[in-house]
């Protein structure tokens, strides 16, 4: 542990303002969203964390634009996050995975566009999993004189100004970037602060193990097929088999192979032909974490970040994590080309 992290514990307001101070002539817009995304975090949080005696475990009784059920607790996160955002009157525009429509805020001459998923694996919450909140953020594109519009939002994911997502797991962990390497936080919930945990986390260039859906196997592509295969296969040489972990929420299966390595895949099959993962508001997002991290996030063509997105709830297929672990797998996808 750096010397600076064992005599001063940096809280995320703290850090967020000592990394502002680096650059010269930074407005500190930025900053704020960022704290005002914090304090959303931590209202949702405690929501998460007393839900069984408060109502809102259980089915809201709507679904979404992409047709899937909608949890009270996806609203109420959803209700925070807007909430927040549009207090700040640095957003122009928001797009929530909950809501088929842009959501144009009053301050239309905002700086800031934002993406976010309020919940990611919200099918989890009745049964006490992790679920979490993923977020990005983009500069609008068109002069801060006239109403955003959706043009401004489709842009590819390297334009990013920051990314992260706050993880609800046995603590609450939020983690971001701003294009400068991966910081982590812990939520001290005694006196509700989020503290720096790592203000550089890097993701291991192999680890023995994968992420993935199995029930899906019939309808991946080949070289996922073979893959998988060949990963299960003994040889003690290349460390195989692997070992599986699929928890059914992007954010936690994310987060431990940030932290431990290995790869993530959510590839196309028969029911979601071109990914069922959203590009904006979850590939992109998590792909910007891992390549800060120094991983690899790719769609099976080519990096993530550099799909220009055609609509707000495009989808697109997913592998990320480990550099090695993908690099091995990206073999196996250009065999069957």
């Not at 609800?168 to 970037?177: F, H, P």
Request: glycine content about 8%; aromatic content about 8%; hydrophobic content about 35%.
């Amino acid at each position: 542990m750096p010397q600076e992290k064992a005599n001063h514990l940096l809280t995320l307001e703290e850090f967020i303002i000592r990394s502002q101070n680096r650059f010269e002539g930074a407005t500190g817009e930025l900053s704020q969203l960022l704290r005002d995304i914090g304090l959303a975090a931590k209202i949702v949080s405690r929501e998460v964390n007393k839900a069984g005696i408060t109502n809102l475990l259980g089915q809201h009784g709507s679904r979404n634009v992409h047709g899937e059920s909608v949890k009270k607790l996806d609203v109420f996160a959803d209700e925070q996050i807007m909430s927040a955002l549009a207090r700040s009157g640095i957003v122009s525009l928001m797009i929530s995975e909950e809501s088929n429509e842009l959501i144009r805020l009053e301050s239309s001459s905002g700086k800031y566009i934002v993406f976010f998923d309020p919940l990611d694996g919200s099918s989890n919450i009745d049964v006490n999993v992790s679920v979490g909140t993923i977020f990005s953020i983009y500069m609008r594109k068109s002069p801060r004189e006239v109403p955003a519009e959706e043009s401004d939002a489709l842009q590819p994911g390297e334009r990013q100004a920051a990314a992260g997502y706050v993880l609800y797991g046995s603590s609450t962990m939020l983690v971001y970037t701003t294009g400068m390497g991966v910081s982590s936080f812990t939520l001290d919930p005694t006196i509700g602060e989020f503290m720096l945990a790592d203000d550089d986390i890097r993701i291991p260039d192999f680890h023995p193990q994968y992420s993935i859906n199995e029930g899906n196997s019939s309808g991946w592509p080949e070289g996922v097929r073979s893959y998988i295969e060949h990963i299960k296969k003994v040889d003690p040489q290349t460390k195989r088999p692997y070992s599986l972990r699929y928890i059914g929420s992007m954010v936690s299966d994310l987060h431990r192979t940030l932290l431990l390595g290995g790869v993530f895949l959510y590839p196309p099959n028969v029911s979601n032909p071109e990914g069922k993962l959203r590009l904006m508001y979850e590939c992109n997002p998590m792909g910007y974490i891992i390549e800060q991290a120094g991983g690899l996030a790719l769609d099976g063509r080519g990096r993530i970040l550099e799909i220009v997105p055609e609509s707000i709830h495009q989808t697109a297929p997913v592998y990320m994590g480990s550099r090695k672990n993908v690099e091995k797998l990206m073999e196996f996808l250009s065999s069957e080309k």
